[in-house]
């Protein structure tokens, strides 16, 4: 069984990279019948924040990607917070250290600041002048013995013989160990683990088949690889996923601009299109030479704009269609498949009544004295406008008029207004206000027709003064459909309104 995991550190809110780094652990694991594990990488205490773990915990209940093992969800791989694990990681460092494959550095901040300046002074790649390495054990044991603190490092001068570095997206890598610091540090001072060391521990210890992590971990992988040879253990297989840039083409961050996810969820975004917009965000061609190309006609990864559910896209997930190019997340995507997915669930009743009631506090917040912010009502709204709707947080500007009194006084009402005679205007109200003071409403367009017949009017003059009247906005639902929303009186006791108010302008 595939096992996968997804680590975020407790440093700040949930962002959209790693939101998307959740998704992909999601869609691998139920794809292939496996499960997936949040662990919390919560080493590095001077970076916590307080209450990030219930925010990624909200950020992923949120959008319905629910981890099989975690916090709140006990299992066999438990503890799930690294601080609860820190033993472990010593022993594992010990295991180095008798292996010869690490050693301890006694090395003040100071010390090892002036080396690296020193270091790079006389033009070298290195940042470690390897003075602790030629320690006898003698010296190691009486140092430690007397309370120095120290850090272990691993020996990049005892390197273990491994396979060569792949990738399940970036295939085989070339050798990149010349990136990485000298002989980088494992355990600190205080005895909690770097990143390197704890994640290969959990996953050795969790038994994780498949890595999915950011492309920014890519540069370690060697050395991460070497953690497990040196320890004769088997790795997991490694993917790692393109980074996200902002639409100006910088790296997106949780320290800069709005990428928090639950900031999308507050700003009326379905997780659904979220989920949407970051999958299909870099899934392109296929780059596994040995697989069969698809048939003329089948495209090998969806367009970057399909509409598709969470069921859908773990169906044709495929880690060989990722791009190896870094992508940008265009917000105009994520307006266009919101939009997608609000139609399709404009189809169902019960979704339609669920978006009315989320909407009605919108619209109580905006118009605090409309009579019109029931849930009933609200879905009528929904159902005239479902096709303009791109968040549901448009709803109350999109249409006020169907909430309060129709702004005449605003420059889109006075232009509409100076486009039809004031003669056209009274003669457009006084025929409607007529025929459906009369008239069955339950044709109401066929009523319309006839009022524009009647009135021997142009229809585009007698529709502008009609629309002017119930909306005082030049774009909207049909006529037919304000008339079906506001009802016969209301209706009519807005065309009443906007008579005398216009009157008044005259």
Known sequence: MVLLRFAPSPTGALHLGGLRTALYNYLYAKKYGGKWI??????????YVPGAVDGIRAALGWTGLEYDYGPGRDGPHSPYYQSERLDLYRTYAHKLLELGHAYRCFCSPDKLASTRERLARTGSNATYDKTCLHLTEEEVVRRVR??????????????????????????????????????????????????HLASIVDDHEMGITHVL??????????????????????????????IL???DGTKMSKRKGNVSVLDFMHRGWEPEALLNWLALAGWGTQHDPDKKPSPPGDS?????TAVMTLPELVHQFDLSALTHRRNILDPAKLGYLNKHHLMRSWKNDEETARHAHRIRELVKLDFPTSQYATPDYIAKVIRVLQGRITNVFDVPSLAPFFFVDP???????????????SDEYQTTIDFAEQILAEDDISHIATVIHDACKATSLKQKTFMVALRHALSAMKTGPSIPEIIG??????????????TSTVTSKI
């Open 38 to 47: 949040l662990r919390i990488e919560d080493t590095d205490s001077s970076r």
């Open 146 to 195: 007397a309370g120095e603190r120290s850090i272990v490092r691993f020996n990049d001068d005892r390197l273990p013989q491994r396979d060569t570095a792949t990738d399940l997206v970036f295939g085989i890598l070339r050798d990149a160990h010349a990136s990485l610091p000298t002989d980088p540090v494992l355990l600190k001072s205080d005895l909690f683990p770097t990143y």
């Open 213 to 242: 992590r950011g492309e920014e971990w890519l540069p370690s992988l060697p050395l991460h690889l070497d953690l497990y040879a040196s320890l004769s253990l088997k790795p997991p297989q490694f993917a790692h996923l393109p």
């Open 245 to 247: 840039l902002n639409p």
């Open 300 to 304: 090998q990864a969806p367009d970057s």
């Open 407 to 421: 702004n005449y006084a605003s420059p889109e009402a006075e232009s509409m207004f100076r486009s039809v005679s």
């Open 485 to 498: 929303v506001l009802g016969p009186e209301r209706t009519i006791a807005r065309l009443k309104n906007a």
